[in-house]
């Protein structure tokens, strides 16, 4: 069965840092991953998707992550990080064979931005 | 554009209550889904439909039924309620095509279970 591991429940970073948010997948089929964001008191919204074409995916707002299979991980990044970035963070996979776009969400990552 | 559209956004139940969570979406997506979010557990799915008329379980599905009667409409319902289903209910949508990954959610509703 498919499923992510989120390293770190809550991350801090200053104003301007790199942003580097840690999930590692567990699959026994080549995985469709995805990162999504909650802002407060919002529904989530999709951040950027690994679908098997790319390696390095580029999200919105300046948000990227690599799919590494040697190492199981797909790690989000922002090279500089803004105050409205704080946010929670959801890595997740795709259940079963995909057809149904059941998701597997991690336990998620606080980002607090400090200035 | 409304997109997901959760009522209501806040309830407060005493033990043994129950109540019925609407979810309507106005994108013409066939797949909808509710999920649960508790803290420190990420979202878990609670049941899902890939159509009208149609549903199944997802992980945590005991003590919560649903119902898919209009394409646009998916009700959670739970028939007696307990301090343990206190969480924030999400609702989802997603076009009828494999592996995008890409849900709608609605804004949550938040129940609490006295």
């Known amino acids: 069965a498919q499923s992510v591991t989120q390293l770190g429940s809550h991350v801090s970073v200053s104003e301007g840092a790199l942003v580097l948010l840690r999930c590692n997948y567990s699959?026994?089929?080549?995985?469709?991953l995805f990162w999504y964001v909650q802002y407060p008191n919002q529904g989530l919204q999709l951040l950027l998707k690994?679908?098997?074409?790319?390696?390095l995916v580029k999200g919105i707002n300046g948000f990227e992550a690599e799919f590494k299979k040697s190492e199981t991980s797909f790690h989000l990044t922002k090279p500089s990080a803004h105050m409205s970035d704080a946010a929670e963070y959801f890595c997740a996979v795709i259940q079963g064979g995909g057809a149904t776009n059941k998701l597997i969400f991690g336990t998620g990552t606080l980002l607090a931005v400090q200035p | 554009n409304a997109g997901v559209t959760q009522t209501p956004k806040f309830r407060v139940l005493k033990t043994g209550q129950s109540m019925t969570l609407l979810c309507a979406q106005d994108m013409n997506h066939e797949y909808m889904y509710w999920y649960r979010q508790d803290p420190g557990m990420g979202l878990r799915l609670i049941h899902y439909s890939v159509g009208e008329g149609t549903t199944a379980k997802g992980e945590v599905p005991d003590g919560y039924n649903v119902s898919r009667l209009k394409k646009q409409n998916f009700l959670l319902g739970l028939e007696s309620a307990a301090p343990s289903q206190t969480s924030v209910y999400f609702c989802?949508?997603?076009?009828?095509?494999?592996?995008?990954?890409?849900?709608?959610f609605g804004e949550g509703s938040r129940l609490t279970v006295l």
């Open positions: 690994y679908t098997s074409a790319a390696t």
């Open positions: 989802a949508s997603s076009l009828a095509t494999s592996n995008t990954g890409e849900l709608f």
């Open positions: 699959s026994s089929v080549p995985p469709y």
